[in-house]
């Protein structure tokens, strides 16, 4: 956390993360017993933002699958599923607005089978983040858990035109992420004002008050007494 910290405070850069399944690693202690996550970072947690300096759209899930009752961080397909349909919203948005629903999509497991361990109930990807690809299509998740200690193993997959990365212990990434024109604001048809017979009488009359009208001449008749 203090590492996190630092990168804010003395080299003024923003950071996003999310939590993985050893939660306590991460938050540290605080005052009267109190945890804390890291102070001036953005918890990316079932949210969806848009990074204001570069127009990044980035999402995060947090935690492993479930497998035992000690760690905080676990989850159910059906609870990771539910996490991701409370995101849906903003996607579908985006996916209007800027022409793609996502652009990075941080986790801390994996999909399963790409780049996890299956035999592992700890270390398995999520059967739901398969389908958030598929569904969103961001051009890359990044995601840590497994620990590649055999370095001669491949930390990129790609899996429906998604680059799937672990980035244990550390990556520095070259993103290449196309620039999409936003979708053009729908501008509300202009109201179009109903004229109503006192109207059309109204301006009659005012027409006739401002024509020269040429004066009737008298009858022959008329002018005898």
Request: hydrophobic share 35%; net charge neutral; aromatic share 8%.
């Amino acid at each position: 956390a203090r590492y996190l910290e630092f990168i804010v405070d003395d080299l003024d850069k923003p950071v996003y993360y999310v939590l993985g399944n050893h939660a306590e690693e991460l938050t540290r202690g605080g005052d009267w017993g109190k945890r804390y996550r890291p102070q001036g970072c953005v918890d990316l947690c079932g949210k969806v933002v848009r990074d204001p300096g570069s127009g990044l759209i980035l999402a995060g899930l947090p935690g492993s699958p479930k497998y035992n009752e000690a760690e905080p961080e676990q989850y159910t397909e059906a609870e990771m599923m539910w996490k991701m349909l409370a995101m849906t919203p903003r996607l579908l948005w985006n996916r209007y607005r800027h022409g793609r629903a996502l652009d990075i999509l941080v986790t801390h497991a994996p999909p399963r089978d790409v780049n996890d361990q299956p035999e592992d109930p700890a270390h398995r990807g999520f059967v739901a983040m398969r389908r958030f690809l598929r569904w969103f299509r961001p051009a890359y998740q990044l995601h840590g858990h497994i620990h590649l200690y055999d370095r001669s193993r491949s930390a990129r997959t790609t899996f429906e035109g998604t680059e799937v990365i672990n980035v244990f212990p550390y990556q520095e990434l070259d993103l290449h992420v196309p620039a999409v024109e936003p979708a053009p604001v729908p501008v509300p048809a202009p109201i179009t004002a109903t004229t109503t017979a006192a109207g059309r009488l109204r301006t009659a009359t005012r027409d006739m008050a401002q024509r020269e009208v040429e004066p009737v001449a008298k009858s022959p008749l008329e002018s005898h007494p």
